[in-house]
């Protein structure tokens, strides 16, 4: 079946701009979540979604980090006023739900590269 | 909160050899480890999971093992292949409330020389 879809696959903006990442889950799944990799680093947690509802933010990077999702299913990540430390590759993931008693498997879509010139 | 370690962040075996990629984590609620390989370009792919109870997991020529107690885990390749080479990221999550949201380590580049 079709996983996780992102889009674009890449982004070049210019600083001070801002940039929307859209991300389709996988079909059913009710739980989406974005993680953000710098070069050469591992994965950085940003939000989860549970259903259109994104219970904790601590984990965007400012406030100009904002995501919604909308009828259960698409989210998008905006970025406003793009700085150059913004630059990194933004995935996306889902899974059937989140939290429950057991953790149900991520599955990561390939990503949208951002360079902020 | 919780962190996770993971060591070597670069692994050069020869074809045929095993590779074993090691991480630590903190917080003694995770109770979920899976391990990601992650090809240039593309996003990360589930390869094998554990969870806390069970020590070990099997799956043809990839294995995971659990020390609960020490706080680690760690991947077994073996007889790795070229296509085995690229980036292994571990990860750890507490399942339950607000705590699904997966913690990586920082991924360890594994090359396989024919």
């Known amino acids: 079946g079709a996983g996780v879809s992102q889009s674009p696959s890449n982004k070049v903006t210019e600083k001070g701009k801002d940039v929307e990442l859209r991300c389709d889950p996988i079909?059913?799944?009710?739980?989406l979540y974005w993680y953000r990799q710098s070069l050469g680093q591992g994965l950085e947690f940003l939000i989860y979604?549970?259903?259109?509802?994104?219970?904790?933010k601590s984990g965007l990077p400012s406030d100009r980090f904002s995501a919604e999702r909308t009828g259960g299913s698409v989210s998008t990540l905006t970025i406003q006023r793009t700085q150059q430390e913004d630059s990194a590759v933004y995935l996306c993931?889902?899974?059937?739900?989140?939290?429950?008693?057991?953790?149900?498997?991520?599955?990561f879509g390939p990503g949208t590269r951002l360079t902020v010139l | 909160g919780e962190n996770v370690e993971q060591h070597p962040s670069t692994l050069s075996v020869q074809e045929g050899d095993s590779a074993v990629i090691k991480c630590t984590y903190s917080?003694?609620?995770?109770?979920?480890f899976p391990w990601y390989k992650q090809e240039l370009g593309k996003g990360p792919q589930l390869i094998i999971d554990?969870?806390?109870?069970?020590g070990e997991k099997k799956d043809q020529r990839i294995a995971v093992t659990l020390n609960k107690t020490a706080k680690h885990f760690s991947l077994h390749i073996t007889e790795t292949q070229p296509e085995d080479s690229a980036v292994y990221f571990c990860?750890?999550?507490?399942?339950?409330?607000?705590?699904?949201?997966?913690?990586f380590g920082k991924g360890t580049k594994l090359s396989v020389k024919p």
């Open positions: 993931a889902s899974s059937l739900r989140f939290g429950g008693r057991t953790t149900d498997t991520q599955y």
């Open positions: 079909s059913g799944h009710t739980a």
């Open positions: 979604f549970q259903g259109n509802s994104a219970p904790d």
């Open positions: 917080d003694s609620a995770s109770n979920y």
């Open positions: 554990i969870r806390s109870n069970v």
């Open positions: 990860a750890a999550s507490t399942s339950g409330g607000s705590q699904g949201n997966l913690i």
